[in-house]
């Protein structure tokens, strides 16, 4: 019960990206095309108030609900970054939906999303079998 506002949350997030069109196929396919700037600009937007919301976190020292530190570890950069970006932004380019809005695309009907859902989760559980001997 004390998790129905994050449900409320996820249900509402899926709304604006359907009304922001952001799980749109074709507008997906207009970014990776560089035809439209309307993906970029969303996506350079979640960046600017990303960036802003860790600072005031860190500025203010903003605990979490229940009183606990926020922590924000360095990560440290590798080659595996590389590798595994590359990776996503072909499994985004080829299916149309990075892994975010999956879940309302299958609930505004595409059920065909499943298949990506189900083959992100494969994917998640290899990277879990394989991670001692992938470069980090």
């Given amino acids: 019960m004390k998790n129905l506002k994050f449900l409320a949350l996820g249900i509402l997030f899926g709304f604006i ?3 922001g069109e952001v799980i749109s196929w074709f507008r997906i396919q207009e970014m990776f095309r560089f035809q439209s700037f309307h993906m970029y600009g969303v ?15 860190k500025k203010f020292k903003i605990k979490t609900f229940s009183g606990e ?8 950069f590798t080659k595996g970054n ?51 001997k992938l470069p980090h």
């Fill in 43 to 57: 996506i350079c937007s979640a960046i600017v108030v990303g960036m802003i919301s860790i600072l005031i976190i």
């Fill in 82 to 132: 590389v590798i595994g970006g590359l990776l996503f932004g072909l499994g985004w380019a080829m299916t149309g939906a990075c892994p975010g809005p999956l879940y309302a695309l299958i609930g505004s009907g595409s059920l065909i999303v499943i298949a990506v859902l189900l083959s992100a989760v494969f994917g998640t559980y290899i990277y879990g079998v394989l991670k001692d």
């Fill in 69 to 76: 530190e926020i922590k924000i570890d360095p990560k440290e």
């Fill in 17 to 19: 990206l359907i009304k």
